[in-house]
């Protein structure tokens, strides 16, 4: 497979997984606002996803599109990582995700409007504006939840203990990361960690919440080796339509 | 119908200030700011367009809009186009489309990041309920004086 091919992949399907597993909360949020923020950040990733599967499509070259990338192909094939799989079990542990997760993109897309891609240094720019709203509204409903109640903080430090783990995967690097910093397309990931780690300190702090000592990171998801047994259950609702009755369009 | 032959940008660019925006009706797509592009040649008119959020529904509608118009006006070749970098701002909203916003309720962005007043009373006495809203652009807030809700434009 192509590098390119490769890591634009990994952009589409981080934004296509975390993007789903957001929407599941449509019409079932613990409040009309959350549930419309939840919304609107759900279509944000998908439109995200449109723009990283469209340029991938292209990339590679096979007559596929976008929609044949998120709908037709099966687990192993998808490069998102393990931590935005994972089921969304309470709002505490979505909340705790879309923070963790933005707080990576926030840097990372930033980096990425620099890159020698023009393609690739537009959708981090038109993603950014997005990505900073959503680490704005993520970051602040950590403090809220995590500096809440007892109950609400013990909810929040029990999703960070089952997420933490998975946060290392992003730091990653293989084969594909290095073709792309050689070409100046993307920075090595791990560059980005102190301002990551900075960003989440501080954030978790104010939450009054504590990060476990173990270094300890789940992997397997970016290179498509080895998903959770939970993006399968994912994909058979996601992709249901398109696997019963292919090409339906309206 | 028209001499496709005589046509004129700034005629097409007249033609697009007709065209609502899907959501929010009292704007154009012209003040909107996404239509970023006009060129009129021997055998074609293309417009280019931006999406506001990359995953807004109303791009589409948006798009045939602007095709059943110009249709409308007698245009047979159009070439439409999106393009996403530069990326949409609200610093392209016109300020005739700031106006019109407020005039129907919705308080337009402003680059402090919180709206002025509240679009109805005028008060400047305002709170934010939710960063999100009825559409990727809009923000719910609300009057501490005349306790109206109300959306507020997001500035991106």
Partial sequence: ?250 | MVDESQLKESQVWAWLESVPDPEIPVISVVDLGVVREVTVNADKVTVTITPTYSGCPAMSVIATDIEAELKKQGVTSLELNTKIAPPWTTDWLSEKGRALLEEYGIAPPRAAGTPEHCPLCKSGSVEKVSQFGSTPCKAQWRCLDCLEPFDYFKCI
């Fill in chain 1, 1 to 250: 497979m192509k590098p390119l091919f490769e890591f634009l992949l990994r952009q589409g399907d981080n934004a296509l997984v975390l993007g789903h597993r957001t929407s599941e909360w449509c019409g079932t949020a613990p409040a009309l606002e959350e549930d419309i923020a939840l919304a609107n950040t759900a279509l944000d990733l998908i439109g995200q996803t449109q723009l990283w599967l469209g340029y991938a499509a292209e990339v590679e070259g096979a007559g596929r599109s976008a929609d044949d990338l998120a709908y037709l192909r099966d687990v192993y094939d998808f490069r998102n990582i393990l931590m935005l799989e994972v089921p969304n079990e309470d709002f505490g542990r979505t909340v705790m995700r879309q923070f963790l997760f933005d707080a990576f993109q926030v840097p990372w897309l930033t980096a990425l409007c620099e890159s020698a891609d023009e393609h690739i240094a537009a959708i981090a720019a038109k993603s950014l504006k997005e990505a900073l709203y959503h680490l704005e509204r993520s970051a602040e409903t950590v403090v809220a939840l995590g500096d809440g109640t007892d109950d609400s903080n013990k909810r929040m430090q029990s999703a960070l203990d089952v997420l933490w783990p998975y946060t290392g995967e992003h730091f990653l690097q293989d084969d594909v990361d290095n073709t792309m910093f050689k070409a100046k397309i993307a920075p090595l990931p791990v560059s980005l960690k102190p301002e990551w780690e900075s960003t989440v300190r501080s954030t978790l702090n104010d939450a009054n919440l504590k990060i476990t000592d173990s270094t300890f990171a789940h992997s397997g998801g970016r290179t498509g080796f080895r998903h959770t047994e939970h993006l399968g259950h994912m994909l058979a609702t996601m992709q249901v339509l398109q696997r019963s009755y292919p090409g339906a369009t309206w």
